[in-house]
């Protein structure tokens, strides 16, 4: 059985208590600070998929609006999506997509200021672009792969400023 470390001791998980039951972490003494998160992710897909997004010809309508829509849209249902996220107000999300060799690059940037982070917004948004990016072309390339969705970035908070290092 894995050790439950007391809450608040360096590394800890913050989801669950000394006796290892899962509850909400309690913000609310931690101080308003401006956060931002970026998360990046990509999917592969067919020549095909790709020529069909490239010249329009998708039969639902535009996969790169769609999946920026859906994007910003689950950035702002997060914590009805993931248990034990705190709703949060977002000031801005922004959902990118970018054509690749293999098909799009996608980054999500979120904004808040608040007493917790937008970590999980950014990388929900990402993962849910993808996803409808696959919905929307699905027809032509069921074996697309979305793949690396990963922070990038994290600013504010106790934890302070946060870059990933590639490995």
């Known amino acids: 059985m894995m050790a439950i ?3 608040g001791a360096k590394g800890a998980l913050t989801h ?3 006796r290892g039951r899962i509850r ?3 913000v609310g003494d931690k101080p308003v600070t401006s956060r931002e998160a970026v998360a990046r992710g990509s999917i592969a897909m067919s020549a095909a998929a790709r020529k069909l997004i490239r010249t329009g010809a998708v039969k639902k309508g535009d996969p790169l609006q769609a999946a920026r829509l859906a994007g910003i849209m689950a950035a702002k249902k997060t ?3 993931i248990p034990l996220c705190h709703p ?3 000031t801005h999300v922004s959902v990118e997509l970018t054509a690749t060799r293999t098909g799009y690059a996608i980054e999500s940037r979120v904004r808040t200021s608040g007493q917790t982070g937008v ?7 990402v993962a849910v672009a993808a996803l409808t990016l696959y919905d929307m072309v699905k027809a032509v390339d069921k074996a697309m792969e979305i793949t690396d969705v990963h922070l990038v970035e994290k600013r504010g908070g106790r934890s302070g400023h946060y870059v990933r290092v590639k490995s």
Not at 119 to 125: F, Q, R
């Open 119 to 125: 970590e999980m917004e950014a990388l929900t948004a």
């Open 79 to 81: 914590s009805e999506l």
């Open 5 to 7: 470390k007391e809450p």
């Open 88 to 90: 949060l107000a977002l």
């Open 16 to 18: 669950v208590d000394a």
């Open 24 to 26: 909400m972490v309690d």
